[in-house]
């Protein structure tokens, strides 16, 4: 998914931190459907440097043939150059009541967002990593694990 910042803020700061908010419309597909998305979330630099960063239940996904889902989400992050671009990586969490987006409750999906110096931001995400990992045995109870994809 793919979009821009649409408003920026400076919140008090956080135990001596900076701490800003941020809201940004995106767009792209989410299980295989296209899709918007609204997020706002907050973001403080610690004091080694780097970026911790929270949507407290402020996300919501919209599909065009009208499928909702709110989430929340969590990561830590890095300024990637010193005009502002950033980088987190961290876990979205999903609630949906919808049938075509219930493939998303219950999930962690770990995700990339990277935002430039402009305000335009790309999130990559899955729900899992491919590597050194071997199928479930479905045999002994255990279900296969979902791939969601969000591009």
Sequence with gaps: MQGKMTT???LPLDQGSPKFEATFEISGIILNY???AM???WSTILPNGTLYGECPNQGV???Q???TATFRA???GKFTNAAGAASFRGAIYYTSTSEALAALNGLAV???WDVDENG???LTAGSGSKRNRKPPDVANGRRKPKRVAVK
Excluded: C, D, L
Aim: glycine share 8%; no cysteine.
């Design 39 to 41: 997020v706002t979330y």
């Design 8 to 10: 920026q803020r400076v």
């Design 74 to 76: 969590a990561g830590a």
């Design 61 to 63: 996904v919209m599909t």
């Design 120 to 122: 335009k931001a790309i």
């Design 110 to 112: 770990v995700y990339e």
């Design 65 to 67: 043939s009208g499928n």
């Design 34 to 36: 296209p899709a918007k």
